[in-house]
C-alpha cells in the first residue's frame, strides 16, 4: 500500500480481493496516502483477527475517516508568495540543471529548507494543535492474521549535519523482533547522502506515525513530535526491495512517472534524489524478480479522490474541496470495487 494518495481505498479492496481467493497477505507495508489505508487495516483487525468485506467497508464509512480527511485544508495565505514562486524557482533550476547537464548535486541539508517545508506548504491540518489529523484510537495489539509495517521519516543531526532516517512503524512485536533481528538498510541511500543508511524502528503513536506518513514536501508541513521533524514515507514511495526481503511473495503495482513540474523538483530539492530515476530501477526490480506478483492500477485515476484540489491561478494557490458525507461514501465504494477488480485480476 505505497501512495495512492486520496484514492487509498483501492488498496483496501485489493486486500479483499487477494483474502477472497485464498491469498491473505502475511503483511502490509503501508506509506504515504497508503498509510492511512494500512491503519483502516490495522482498525479492521482490532475486531476481528480476520477482516471481513464488510468489516473494512464499516471503517472506510466511518465518520471519523471522514473527519480525518476533513481536517487536511488548504492555506488562506499569498499563494504565489509561499508557495508558486518558490515552486517556480525549484523547476527552474531543476530544469536548468539538465539543460547543462549539470545535475544539482545536495550534499546537506541547510536549515532554511527544513523552516521552508512548513512555509511554502500549500496544505495543513486544521486545528491540529488540539486534534490529531488521524482520528481513531489507538490499536489494541492483538493476534492477527495479517501484521502491519508504515513508513516516514525523521530529520535527523549527525555530526553537525541534517540527514532524512526511514522509520518503521509496527504494532506486532513478533514483527518488530523480526525487524531488530534483519536490520534492513535504507536502500534510498544509495541515491543521496542526504538519506541515512539505516531505518530507525518507532514506537510513536499511530495517530503520530500515520501523520507523518502521509506528508508530501510543500503539500503539508512536517509534524513536529517531541522535538522530532517527522515527514513522509515519500522518501521511499516503492520500497519494494524492503518488501522483498520481508516476504517469499510480493504483490506490487508499477507507479505512473511522478509529475515533472511540481513533484520531481520538489523531491529532488528535498531528499536529494530523482524520483523517477529510482522508480525507474523499481520497476526494471520488479521486471526481474519472479517473486513479484504485478497489480495492474495504471487506469487507478478513473477513481474519485476523496476531495478535490483545484488550482486557483487567481490566488496562486490549490484549493481543497471536500464532499459531503453522502458523496464521501460513494467514493470510498467506487476505490474498493476499483481494488477489489485489481485485485481478483492479479494471477499467481
Known amino acids: 500500500m505505497a501512495g495512492g494518495g486520496l484514492r487509498f481505498g483501492y488498496y483496501l479492496g485489493i486486500y479483499q480481493a487477494l483474502c477472497d481467493t485464498g491469498r491473505r497477505p502475511d503483511l502490509v507495508i ?26 473494512l467497508i464499516t ?23 509561499q508557495y508558486l514562486m ?16 549539470r545535475p544539482i548535486r545536495h550534499t546537506h541539508l541547510t536549515d532554511k529548507l527544513i523552516g521552508n517545508l512548513t512555509h ?17 484510537d489507538e490499536p489494541i495489539s492483538r493476534p492477527s492474521a495479517t501484521h502491519v509495517l508504515i513508513l516516514a521519516s525523521q530529520l535527523n543531526r ?56 502521509i506528508t508530501d514536501m510543500y503539500y503539508l508541513p512536517p509534524l513536529c513530535h517531541d522535538d522530532r521533524c517527522l515527514m513522509g514515507g515519500v522518501i521511499d514511495l ?14 506490487a503495482e508499477p507507479k505512473s512517472p511522478f509529475d515533472r513540474v511540481l513533484a520531481e523538483p520538489a523531491i529532488h530539492h528535498v ?19 519472479p517473486q513479484i506478483r504485478h497489480l495492474d492500477t495504471k487506469d487507478y485515476r478513473r477513481v474519485r479522490p476523496l476531495f478535490d484540489k483545484k488550482p486557483s491561478l487567481g490566488q496562486g494557490r490549490i484549493l481543497a474541496y471536500h464532499h459531503d458525507f453522502t458523496t464521501f461514501v460513494q467514493i470510498t465504494a467506487e476505490q474498493f470495487a476499483y481494488g477489489y477488480d485489481v485485485g481478483l485480476r492479479c494471477d499467481e
Open 271 to 289: 531528499f536529494g534524489f530523482s524520483p523517477n530515476a529510482r522508480l525507474q530501477d523499481v520497476h526494471d526490480y520488479m521486471a526481474n524478480n
Open 238 to 251: 516503492t520500497p519494494i526491495e524492503l518488501a522483498c526481503q520481508l516476504a517469499d511473495v510480493v504483490y
Open 30 to 55: 503501508g506509506n504515504c496516502g497508503g498509510a492511512m489505508a494500512t491503519a483502516l487495516l490495522l482498525e479492521a483487525l482490532s475486531d476481528s483477527p480476520e477482516t471481513s468485506r464488510q468489516s
Open 86 to 101: 518558490p515552486a517556480l524557482k525549484r523547476w527552474c533550476g531543476y530544469q536548468l540543471s539538465h539543460l547543462l547537464n
Open 158 to 213: 549527525i555530526h553537525a549535519h541534517h540527514q532524512w532516517q526511514g522509520l518503521l512503524w509496527t504494532s506486532n512485536p513478533l514483527l518488530w523482533q523480526a525487524l531488530e533481528e534483519l536490520t534492513p538498510t535504507n536502500i534510498m541511500a544509495r541515491y543521496s547522502p542526504l538519506i541515512c543508511a539505516d531505518y530507525h524502528l518507532t514506537n510513536l503513536p499511530l495517530s503520530v506515525m500515520v501523520r507523518a506518513s
Open 59 to 81: 471503517v472506510m464509512n466511518s465518520r471519523l475517516l471522514y473527519e480525518s480527511i476533513g481536517s487536511i485544508t488548504d492555506k488562506r495565505s499569498d499563494g504565489y508568495g
Open 120 to 136: 511554502h506548504a500549500i496544505g495543513h491540518v486544521d486545528g491540529e494543535t488540539h486534534t490529531p489529523c488521524w482520528r481513531f
